[in-house]
């Protein structure tokens, strides 16, 4: 099997694999509140990463984390932690994963604006399509309006900002170790909502095992996503992230017996149509770029 061919697995795989993480958080708030849950979940997959760290005897412990940018990253993706369990307890799975498919979009206008990267009219008007998909789904105002929806737009921002940091982090710092400091952050954050909260429960044995199947699927949704990206062309593997929504729709609607409306459903579709365009236009600048650059000394003959 080819590299790429390998890539594009291991990113459906990560996807199924976080589409399965979503269900057993949304099967599991049922019973728990969001602060323990971030707390059991965030945690649980700290210490699995933290463990499989150690085995591998890499560097678990730096002065790098407090650095601004792993600063930013960590309490980025403890925002990500508090605003996604969160949503994913008061708004239907659907809606949560179809708003945060957003996040490809986001990273393009954060590179734009934050690391002066080029985008041309065409991905910008794409990210706009994109933003306006995310207001069919939110629907801000009209009648089937709900406030918590808005946590999964942070949710999508803060996997945004993340995906920037992690970009602009040192090479050398190994991604399993990035992702125990980043989790680390959903406990800190877990610990510090609790009190607000309503008061912890003794999970029974079924919401047992929705906490532990949830850490599993979720760390290794997380190795398969790092896995693909090292292995594949990030512009060949990057569009599969949307096999999520997929997922996620199918798990909705036969599991959680979820009835998305014609809003979501255009909204998402919309929003898998601008991703997919700015990954495809991205690359296509690329290999222009590394052709300009490949036939410079002949263009002035």
């Known amino acids: 099997m080819s590299d790429f061919a390998k890539g594009i697995l291991l990113m459906v795989v990560a996807m199924f694999g976080l589409a399965l993480s979503d269900m057993f ?6 019973s728990l509140p969001p602060a323990q849950l971030i707390l059991m979940v965030g945690g649980g997959t700290s210490v699995v990463y933290a463990v499989v760290a150690i085995a591998l005897r890499m560097p678990l ?16 993706e403890a925002m990500v932690g508090v605003a996604g369990m969160t949503a994913l307890s008061l708004v239907p799975l659907s809606t949560v994963t179809a708003i945060t498919q957003c996040t490809p979009l986001l990273v393009t206008l954060g590179a734009a604006v934050f690391l002066k990267e080029h985008v041309g009219w065409r991905r910008w008007l794409a990210i706009g399509v994109g933003m306006i998909a995310m207001l069919m789904i939110v629907r801000p105002g009209g009648q089937g309006f709900e406030a918590p929806v808005l946590l999964a737009v942070v949710a999508a921002v803060g996997l945004a900002v993340r995906d920037l940091a992690t970009r602009a982090a040192p090479q050398h710092i190994p991604s399993l170790v990035l992702a125990a400091w980043g ?45 693909s990206v ?47 365009y700015t990954f495809l236009r991205e690359r296509k600048v690329a290999r222009a770029m590394v052709n300009v650059a490949g036939a410079g000394p002949v263009g002035r003959a």
């Open 25 to 30: 958080v949304k099967l599991a708030s049922a």
């Open 61 to 76: 412990f730096s002065p790098l984390f407090f650095k601004p940018l792993i600063l930013l990253r960590t309490c980025a």
């Open 183 to 227: 989790f680390s952050g959903a406990v800190v954050a877990g610990l510090v909502l609790l009190p607000f909260g309503p008061p912890p429960q003794m999970p029974t044995g079924s919401v047992w095992a929705y906490v532990v199947c949830g850490v599993a699927v979720t760390a290794l949704g997380y190795y398969a996503l790092t896995a």
């Open 230 to 276: 090292r292995i594949g062309d990030i512009s060949v593997v990057a569009p599969f992230r949307y096999a999520r929504l997929v997922f996620a729709m199918i798990i909705a609607v036969v599991v959680l017996h979820e009835r998305p409306d014609a809003w979501t459903i255009a909204g998402s579709v919309l929003i898998v149509a601008s991703g997919l």
